[in-house]
């Protein structure tokens, strides 16, 4: 391949840096077509395409027989979510002090989050049940999951939402998709007992991670990983505990891999909450038997307001099966985790930062060995909550952009100065 001037034709070396010909013409790349065969690109391009178009191109549909083989492939809703990235940061391990970080993106779903590894199999699920109209209580993530998938389908949502609290963007997703919104005093925990109590009345198929599908569909994120180790895990898989819905699919995805055999080591999994919104980890720190609701939760991660999640026991049985633990971070801690993985160029919402805050803690705590590896799991995507980017705003001394251009205009004309007087 190489580079021509579409003005005079003349030809230029693509691995040097130039915009432009010496004539001020564009330049336009060139390779030699001649060396190609067109049928072998088109069994090629074919295959790609094939790929794509089935079902099973989704990440969570890849794992079809461990999620729900008895499914028929026509009544699958999927729009290819799964296929998230796994990036090894090392910023993220030197921030944490610990050997190896991997973060795994699930904000890369189509919806931004990891909602969609499991939206994808309650949706499906509902409707070859014949359910039309789906509903959910949320904090913004879920409702956008649920609202494209049903928009997708062509099917109703009915998404309640906390009048306080949600990020601005969730909510505005989640209308643009045609989610028919409700917005009610209280939390998201509120919302859900109504539809827990409610649902059957008005016809309404719940999408709440308290309907098993979309525990199903989760457990892919794990699967994921394991594939994308090759069935070698790491010592520890970190998450963000809210509802405790990744908490619990992690666990039985776990547990399913290593009864399979398709993994022969189980990872420890570290379960973080945010503060002002840790029940759980209340509940495991002191050893109660029962979790105890938190009736105000409040954290600045605001996917995090969860005051009584209702996965707390399937959790549990996730830090018993794989020797867990659980701990909390101030609101602090998570702003400056998220700040490293933004700057790292992958970028999470607040909350998915719990992870490396929680993950810089236990490896200061001596929970976690600075030797060991751990992946965290990023679950939403940096656009999701703009609010927490003016955070960063209050920190900058005075906006550097505009000295910047002056400086560079400076420099820029310095030298045609120099370069007058040379001649
Ligand atoms: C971005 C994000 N991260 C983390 C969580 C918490 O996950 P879980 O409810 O599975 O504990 C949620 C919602 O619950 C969320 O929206
Ligand atoms: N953060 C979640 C709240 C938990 O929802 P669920 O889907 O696990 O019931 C949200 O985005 O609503």
Redesign the pocket.
């Given at each position: 391949m190489y580079m021509t001037c579409i003005d005079c034709a003349k030809r230029w070396d693509l691995y040097k840096v130039r915009i432009r010909c010496t004539c001020g013409g564009l330049l336009q790349i060139e390779q030699n077509w001649k060396e190609l065969d067109a049928d072998l690109l088109k069994r090629l391009f074919q295959a790609r395409l094939m790929e794509r178009m089935t079902p099973y191109a989704s990440g969570v549909w890849r794992y079809k027989e461990l999620i729900h083989p008895e499914l028929p492939a026509e009544a699958i809703v999927t729009r290819y979510e799964g296929n998230t990235g796994l990036y090894e940061v090392d910023a993220a391990a030197k921030f944490a002090g610990i050997r190896r970080v991997l973060l795994k993106a699930q904000s890369e779903n189509p919806s931004g989050s990891f909602?969609d590894n499991g939206m994808t199999a309650a949706v499906s699920h509902g409707r070859a049940l014949g359910m039309q109209r789906f509903a959910?209580s949320?904090?913004?993530?879920?409702?956008s999951s649920l609202a494209m998938y049903a928009a997708w389908c062509g099917e109703e949502s009915y998404v309640f939402v906390p009048e306080e609290g949600v990020a601005d963007g969730k909510v505005l997703q989640t209308l643009a998709y045609g989610g028919k919104l409700v917005r009610f005093p209280g939390t998201?925990d509120d919302g859900?007992r109504f539809l827990e109590e409610h649902a059957d009345e008005f016809g309404l198929y719940v999408c709440?991670?308290?309907n098993p599908l979309?525990i199903e569909g989760q457990k892919s994120i794990v699967f994921e990983i394991a594939h994308q180790l090759q069935w070698s895990m790491p010592d520890w898989i970190v998450l963000p505990g809210?509802?405790l819905?990744n908490a619990s699919a992690l666990g039985k995805g776990l547990q399913e891999l290593r009864s399979i055999g398709l993994i022969e080591n189980v990872p420890r999994v570290a379960i973080v909450q945010a503060e002002g919104a840790s029940p759980f980890h209340r509940m495991v720190e002191a050893k109660e038997p029962t979790l105890t609701p938190e009736p105000h939760p409040s954290t600045r991660a605001s996917?995090l307001n969860?005051g009584s999640p209702p996965s707390w026991r399937k959790a549990l049985q996730t830090l018993e099966y794989t020797n867990g633990v659980t701990v909390a971070v101030s609101d602090e801690q998570i702003f400056a985790a998220k700040e490293l993985i933004d700057r790292s160029g992958i970028g999470c919402e607040p909350a998915s930062a719990a992870t490396v805050a929680g993950l810089k803690r236990l490896v200061a705590e001596q929970v976690i060995d600075k030797d060991e590896t751990a992946v965290c799991i990023l679950t939403g995507h940096l656009l999701k909550d703009a609010d927490a980017l003016t955070a960063y705003a209050g920190k900058r001394p005075e906006p550097m952009e505009h000295r910047m251009w002056e400086r560079m205009m400076d420099m820029a004309s310095n030298k045609r100065l120099a370069a007058l007087r040379r001649e």
């Open positions: 909602k959910c949320s904090t913004g993530n879920t409702s998201y859900l709440n991670s308290v979309r809210g509802a819905s996917a969860i």
